[in-house]
């Protein structure tokens, strides 16, 4: 049974994260992955949107169509697909040698936790990282 690491763990990835993957972020201001991403930005972080469908810059930032696809290393997978959408994002996290898959609150999947730790990822699932960042660093 998966679980999550715990508050000190979840306080050290966000301490020790620059660049963070938004998988499923939207162009659209009001939709929660992009009001969490530019959250994000103002907390320090440097986001890549990670959506084939987007056609130009989210918050500034060019999208990719994956996270293997982004050039610069990639510390946080930051995950707003469905649940039954988060294996081949646990692959991808996998294969842009990401430290971290993290599937926001009300996401869950055993099996891309299963394969996102075989490959030494650490893994959180069904928690907000904009929550989880003001509680745990005080800031944002």
Request: aromatic share 4%.
């Amino acid at each position: 049974m998966f679980q999550n690491p715990d508050n000190e763990q979840i306080r050290e990835r966000l301490k020790e994260a620059k660049n963070i993957a938004v998988v499923g972020l939207s162009d659209k201001p009001h939709r929660t992955s992009h009001m969490i991403a530019r959250a994000l930005q103002q907390a320090g972080y440097r986001i890549f949107p990670v959506n084939p469908t987007l056609e130009g810059p989210v918050l500034g930032e060019p999208p990719y169509a994956s996270v293997e696809a982004i050039d610069e290393p990639v510390d946080i997978v930051d995950v707003f697909r469905r649940s039954e959408h988060c294996v081949p994002v646990a692959r991808d996290a996998v294969a842009a040698g990401a430290k971290t898959l993290w599937l926001q609150q009300g996401i869950f999947n055993e099996e891309a936790a299963r394969i996102a730790r075989e490959a030494g990822l650490t893994v959180i699932m069904d928690r907000c990282i904009k929550v989880d960042h003001a509680i745990l660093l005080g800031r944002s």
